[in-house]
Every structure is written in C-alpha cells, then in structure tokens.
C-alpha cells in the first residue's frame, strides 16, 4: 500500500514540463555548469571562444560530448520526452515546442527555429526517433543514490528499485507521518507505534480518510443525479481562434453557435483571464464563458461541466470535471469565464494545436 512520493526535484530529467520551462530563465547557468564541463587547468577561457573540437572536448567523455549535442536547444536538457527537430535538424523537445507554438499562436507570429529561423509548425518539424532512443541509453546519475544508469532504466530504478528512495511508512493510512529512505524502512517498524494502536486511537485518523472519500463520491453522485434529470444537453464543440480587434490585438477562442434545450448558446475561451502579455508568463491557463444567444422570457438554472469528449487529442488527460451553476434569465445571459481544470503543460499543448475540441454537457434544473 505504500505510496512512493518523489520530490519534485527529481523529476527534473524526465518529465515536467514546469521544469523544461523554468530551465529557459537558467540557460546561462546550464551553458556554464551542464553543458561546457570546463576542466580547472582552462577554466578562465570563455566557453564561447572555444573552437568546436578543443582539447578540452577531446578529454570529455564520449556520452558527455554525445549528450550535449543531443540536448534540446530551447532548454538545453536532454529530454526524455519526444524530441522534434526543424527542416535543417534543430532539436527541441516536445514541451518547448509546444511552449514556443503557443507564444507565436498568442503574439500572432510566425514561429521560427530558435537556431536558424526557418519556420516551424506542426506539420513541417518531425519527431526524430534515433535522437530520443540515443538519449535513452545515454547515462544518468540516480537523485538519491548517485550510481550510475542509462536513462531507460532510470526511472523504474528511482520508483521501484533504489535502496534510498524516499518511502513512507507501511501504516500511513493509520496516520503514520514517518517518511525516509527506503533502506532505512525496517527499523522504523521496528519501533513504529502504529500496529499497536487501539480502535478507539486510530478511529480520528479514519473518519478524517473517509471524509476524503465522502467528498469525492459527493461529486461523483452529483454528476450521476444530473444526469438522472430529465433535459440534458451534450454538445461536442470546438473552439477555434480567433483574434480582438484591439491595437494589440488578442488571442481568444469561440465556438460556431450550437443548439441545446432548444436554446441558442455559445462558448467562448480566453487565455491566462486576459493579463496583458500572456506569451510572457511560464504558466497559462484557459477559462471560458458560456453565454445564451436566445432571447427568453423564463429564466433557466442550469448546471453545466466541460469533459474532453470524443473528439478531443486522445492524449489529452482526463479533465476532472467542474460543475458550474448558472441561473441566466434576460439581464443575465453570460456567465463569467469559468476554470478549465487543466495543467499549464497540457494548456500550451491546446494551445499549440489548431483548435480545441471538448464535450460540453448542461443539465436544465427542474423547478421546484
Ligand atoms: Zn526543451
Ligand atoms: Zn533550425
Ligand atoms: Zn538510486
Ligand atoms: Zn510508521
């Protein structure tokens, strides 16, 4: 039962792409310590007045001097995700890819290669696949117990197998807050009071887990009883973007207008709540605002979730749905713009495509 929790430091080499990103601000640093491993006898010599083959590179191990060329170079990591490369062979990974398109897509530019500025886009950069099996048998050193692996094998090591992977106690669900190396787990149940507690002692700690449950069967018993209700409305939509008329001009998304329970609607999306500069932030988010187009003389109380729906990017995670309540009525017929429950990297990602595709699911409430 035991969860392993890794800190987030560790994921740094094979997946965040909130990592990938704040690795952009630390380009200098990366260029000086990861990258150009100086040797101390040339240390004062600038890493940029280096010829491409110096002495210095000679006497760099092979997989040091393969793994820099291999690196992304936006981020400069080498990157266990896909890497895709420009028409003349520059190698980015997938999360600064999507990261660039998506700043382009909000500035209204035509995204280039950081490297030799020819275009890019979905459809003239390719995945190339020996760079990112080549990346998976170069080596990587473990977060916790510094032996050596290839980058393949890293990651089942640092879950499963290393000695010193951070482990919490086998009673946590009892209310055991013991964390440590995984090593060092037989001794602290050794001496770990939890096994011997009495109900009447454990029985705080159970009631605050089953609170936890509750609450989320609360929100699954929501959606089912919604969906028990008599005027139901699944639309399956997509968002296309389209740009404000303003001097600076914005990047929004709207959909056509749909039909459900027999009214009129639209939705409309907008990035980051519409801070002036979005391309210049590293996190984003999307929210939206769904808004009646027919006129009505009742009011409607409606409740209302988007879901990825079927004609989304299958590689789009689940979206945890959020129920929102509107009543709209004839002075009222925009709701305000709403939380899509997505990741910053999957936003960039939506971003990043040419347009977004979700299902949207609105239940009438009957009146009383
Ligand atoms: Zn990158
Ligand atoms: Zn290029
Ligand atoms: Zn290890
Ligand atoms: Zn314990």
Not at 132 to 150: A, G, H, M, N, V
């Amino acid at each position: 039962m035991a969860e392993i929790t890794i800190p987030n430091d560790s994921q740094r080499n094979f997946s965040s792409d909130t990592v990938s990103i704040s690795n952009i601000s630390e380009i200098p640093m990366l260029v000086s310590t990861d990258h150009v491993k100086l040797d101390s006898n040339d240390a004062e010599e600038p890493p940029a007045k280096k010829s491409k083959v110096s002495l210095n590179d000679k006497t760099r191990l092979l997989e040091d001097r393969i793994g820099s060329i291999l690196s992304c170079c936006i981020c400069l990591d080498l990157s266990t995700l896909a890497m895709f490369q420009c028409i003349n062979g520059h190698l980015m990974c997938v999360s600064c890819f999507n990261h660039l398109l998506a700043d382009c897509k909000m500035k209204d530019e035509q995204t280039t290669c950081p490297n030799c500025r020819c275009e890019i886009s979905k459809s003239n950069c390719t995945r190339n696949l020996a760079v990112e099996k080549t990346i998976s048998e170069l080596p990587i050193q473990c977060d916790y117990c510094s032996k050596i692996f290839i980058r393949s094998e890293i990651k089942i090591h640092q879950s499963q197998n290393c000695p010193e992977r951070p482990t919490i106690c086998d009673y946590s669900l009892l209310g055991c807050n013991w964390n440590g190396s995984y090593q060092n787990l037989p001794s602290h149940l050794l001496v770990c009071e939890c096994p011997t507690k009495t109900g009447a002692q454990l029985i705080n700690t159970i009631r605050a887990q089953k609170r936890t449950y509750d609450d989320e069967k609360k929100c699954l018993e929501t959606v089912v009883d919604l969906l028990s209700l008599n005027q139901i409305g699944v639309s399956d939509l997509i968002l296309k973007p389209l740009r404000t008329d303003d001097f600076a001009a914005k990047l929004y998304f709207e959909t056509s207008r749909f039909t459900a329970l027999q009214y009129q609607w639209q939705v409309r999306a907008r990035i980051n709540d519409n801070t002036p500069h979005p391309h210049t932030t590293v996190t984003r988010s999307l929210s939206y605002q769904l808004i009646l187009k027919s006129k009505i003389t009742q009011s409607i109380d409606l409740k209302f979730f988007i879901l990825k729906g079927p004609h989304g990017d299958p590689s789009t995670l689940q979206i945890q749905p959020i129920i929102y309540h509107f009543e709209f009525n004839q002075n009222n017929t925009e709701t305000e713009y709403l939380k899509l429950p997505i990741s910053s990297q999957e936003c960039n990602r939506i971003l990043s495509s040419s347009s977004i595709s979700f299902r949207l699911l609105m239940v009438q409430l009957d009146k009383p």
